[in-house]
């Protein structure tokens, strides 16, 4: 939904970004206001999956050039964790394995984090796990996940609905969600799409990273972007990766190529 | 604290193991520093025999003194235990002794095996004969909170069929040494879980060494040594399969903190007549610290050529991409740590006899990190 007097949550102003000796983003521009769902569309390699975990302050990633502001405040000053609090959510392509630490202690944890930081009371067990038993149903999970350990075992499906449960108990006004819909059989698609489209409301934004317009045939973006060598080149609406699914990338070489040679960096809005 | 070695102590433990204390030239100390075992006042500890007064569960039953030695020796030498050090020392000590047989699905059996803060030499002896088809759980659970030595013997005969689901759970103290051997023979078709956790001695000393005498059997090992401050934990592992068909799987784990040492040597002998044996074991260490040192080795001796047998090694920090998904989450990076910590050793734990969740063993082990 586009409003444009909805408050700023994000935004992104010629951001540069490497891991090790080697860029990555080379000047990404990009405003999310409240209740807007934007798409990010590109090849691999494009610098898709680096814009979502330099957002979440992924230490391998350093910032160069640029800036990132959340609702008015410097977000690349902050500790993933902090940025998490205030309540930015990155939707992992790889969900972590990790053996040994339950799940259901795990969603506690970081709710209870969330929610010190709302000035909200830490939920006990019993009250946490009211919550999270009717919090699953967003991803029609069952509850004997939450006795295994964080993902391990877990199918792509199940890993993918429970970074969606992440979601629907941790309440971002941010969520990135990147290449949620990799590895999805069509049944998990529909319910980790329907999961999504359930928390997007009009507090909040969402930025979906994906290669597919099948994802965007159940959740409706208002916004698509093309992104190509670490910059968005082309933003449009829906209709965009309609276009894209048609023609493909290829038309992207020319337009990087043309952009080369004429030293243009702003993105062209079409339509 | 360092340990200070009393000039009596090594002479006194010479004499009772009847030679010289094993020192760095001997392979299988290589790594092994006896500093906290010196600093034991040379003598015996003075508490009550903490087997003396065991409630056995129904399925259990005393063995006749007069059978002990022969069953004793048995298992010594189908192990190829009696020559090693920390049994030739128990021995000469007179240890205080168990010997228990057990028959049908005996209830669970736990063995609070107390140091506490009294000087000197504990020595105890545990003989255990389980009969064919026999299913035992047992938790050996030691503390001490002195300047002491704890010498074990556990010896174990397991008939064709039989179960047994050992437990070791060793909390100690920077003064204390633990000396563990657990002698074990395994007839085809027997089944041993043995877990071990071990953490806060000054030094411990764990042998396990088990002997698939036919083959055909299953042996599950799993082991956590945690090491901090000054603190030395050393295991010893041997298994030995004499024929075909048999099973190992092997997890030893590590945490490495402060200037710590940790010593692991995995020993598996597959020999010519041992064909069709599927062994895996992995070691993996976590070091915490810039000071803690880690030695581990696998030692694997294989004749036979139809088997499989697998091992690794892996020694790491924290890993980087576990703790930033608890940090995306908004779990701060202590605690994150603390997590990945707890989560780490969970992974051993889980496995011990279920009697030892009420000793809480995260808490014993881990006790600066609640």
């Known amino acids: ?271 | 604290m360092p340990a200070v070695a009393l000039p009596a102590t090594a002479e006194w433990l010479a004499a009772l193991a009847g030679e010289p204390l094993p020192g760095r030239r001997q392979e299988d100390w290589r790594f092994t520093d006896l500093a906290a075992l010196q600093a034991v006042a040379p003598q015996f500890w003075g508490g009550s025999d903490p087997l003396a007064h065991v409630v056995l569960p129904a399925g259990v039953t005393r063995l006749a003194g007069a059978e002990v030695p022969t069953l004793r020796d048995q298992t010594l030498q189908a192990t190829g235990s009696a020559a090693a050090w920390t049994v030739r020392l128990n021995q000469g000590a007179s240890p205080h002794g168990l010997a228990l047989r057990v028959s049908g699905a005996a209830g669970p059996l736990q063995l609070q095996l107390d140091a506490g803060d009294g000087p000197g030499l504990l020595a105890l002896q545990l003989l255990l004969v389980l009969e064919e088809g026999a299913s035992l759980e047992l938790l050996l659970h030691h503390s001490s909170r002195g300047a002491n030595a704890t010498s074990l013997v556990t010896l174990a005969q397991l008939a064709r069929g039989a179960r047994l689901n050992l437990g070791v759970l060793a909390a100690g103290d920077a003064r204390a040494s633990l000396l563990s051997h657990l002698a074990i023979s395994q007839a085809p078709a027997s089944e041993l879980k043995l877990t071990t956790a071990v953490g806060g001695w000054g030094l411990s000393r764990l042998e396990p060494r088990v002997c698939q005498i036919e083959g055909a059997a299953q042996t599950r090992l799993r082991a956590l040594q945690l090491v901090d401050g000054q603190e030395l934990a050393d295991t010893h592992s041997q298994v030995s399969f004499g024929g075909p068909e048999g099973e190992l799987d092997q997890l030893h784990k590590v945490v490495a903190d402060g200037a710590g040492r940790s010593v692991f040597n995995g020993a598996v002998r597959v020999p010519r007549q041992a064909q069709q044996t599927n062994a895996a074991q992995l070691s993996r260490s976590l070091l915490l610290s810039e000071r803690a040192r880690v030695d581990t080795k696998p030692e694997l001796e294989i004749v036979a050529d139809d088997v499989k047998c697998a091992h690794g090694a892996t020694v790491s920090r924290l890993q980087q991409n576990e703790l930033f998904y608890l940090q995306s989450r908004g779990i701060g990076a202590d605690q994150a740590s603390k997590l990945l910590l707890r989560g780490y050793c969970e992974e051993v734990l889980r496995e011990l006899p279920a009697g030892a969740a009420a000793c809480h063993p995260l808490q014993l082990l881990l006790p600066e990190r609640p």
């Open chain 1, 1 to 271: 939904m586009i409003r444009p007097d909805a408050p700023l949550l994000l935004e992104i102003r010629d951001l540069h970004a490497r891991v090790e000796d080697q860029p990555i983003l080379k000047g990404v521009n990009l405003t999310l206001r409240a209740g807007e769902i934007h798409a990010v569309m590109g090849r691999n390699g494009s610098g898709k999956s680096t814009l979502s975990k330099v957002l979440a302050g992924h230490p391998a990633y350093t910032v160069t050039a640029g800036s990132v502001t959340y609702r008015g405040a410097d977000l690349l000053e902050l500790d993933p964790e902090q940025r998490a609090r205030i309540g930015l959510f990155l939707g992992f392509q790889y969900p972590v394995e990790i053996p040994g630490v339950s799940n259901l202690e795990f969603l506690r944890v970081a709710t209870n984090a969330r929610r010190a930081e709302r000035g909200e009371d830490e939920l006990d067990t019993f009250a946490f796990e009211d919550l999270v038993r009717e919090r699953l149903k967003v991803v029609q999970m069952d509850p004997a996940f939450l006795e295994r350990s964080v993902n391990e075992g877990f199918s792509g499906g199940e890993k993918k609905r429970n970074e969606i449960l992440q979601m629907a108990l941790l309440e971002p006004l941010v969520a990135i969600l990147d290449e949620t819909d990799s590895g999805l059989d069509i049944d998990a698609l529909r319910i980790v799409a329907d999961g999504v489209s359930q928390l997007a409301g009009p507090d909040n934004a969402t930025l979906l990273i994906t290669h597919y317009q099948r994802l965007l045939d159940l959740i409706t973006p208002d916004y698509v972007h093309v992104m190509a060598a670490g910059r968005i080149l082309r933003t449009g609406g829906k209709e965009l990766a309609l276009e894209l699914e048609r023609t493909g990338y290829d038309w992207v070489d020319q337009e990087l190529a043309n952009l080369e040679a004429t030293g243009e960096r702003e993105p062209v809005e079409v339509a």
